[in-house]
């Protein structure tokens, strides 16, 4: 089995920051691609950010210039700033993952609030 846990969201107003992790864990082998999705109330589930294992990244317009994503072996990153209430939503990474028993997985975390005021 494989586990994606997220640190925790949280409030904060309009132009802030705030750092998301997730660190993998279980049985990994190797895991190739890692990234961040939101989901706002009444809207689809949306890619924010995306890294490869070799460190190449994607970003949705939307947070081009305001969020970072990095990546530490088995753990992923999200650093957002200049936050605005749109970007108000349930962060959710993901990880594609070789596991041990050389089966690939799409594995999801468990969802952290970020919750921007104006």
């Known amino acids: 089995q494989v586990q994606l846990v997220e640190s925790r969201g949280g409030l904060v107003q309009a132009g802030g920051s705030l750092r998301l992790s997730c660190a993998a864990s279980?049985?990994?082998?190797?895991?190739?691609?890692m990234g961040w999705y939101r989901q706002a109330p009444g809207k689809e589930r949306e890619l924010v950010a995306g890294?490869?294992?070799?460190?190449r990244t994607n970003y949705a317009d939307s947070v081009k210039g305001r969020f970072t994503i990095s990546r530490d072996k088995n753990t992923v990153y999200l650093q957002m700033d200049s936050l605005r209430p749109e970007d108000t939503a349930v962060y959710y990474c993901?990880?594609?993952?070789?596991?041990?028993?050389?089966?690939?997985?799409?594995?999801w975390g468990q969802g952290t609030l970020v919750t921007v005021s104006s």
């Open positions: 279980g049985s990994i082998f190797s895991i190739s691609d």
């Open positions: 890294i490869t294992s070799g460190g």
């Open positions: 993901n990880a594609f993952v070789y596991t041990t028993m050389a089966v690939n997985v799409k594995v």
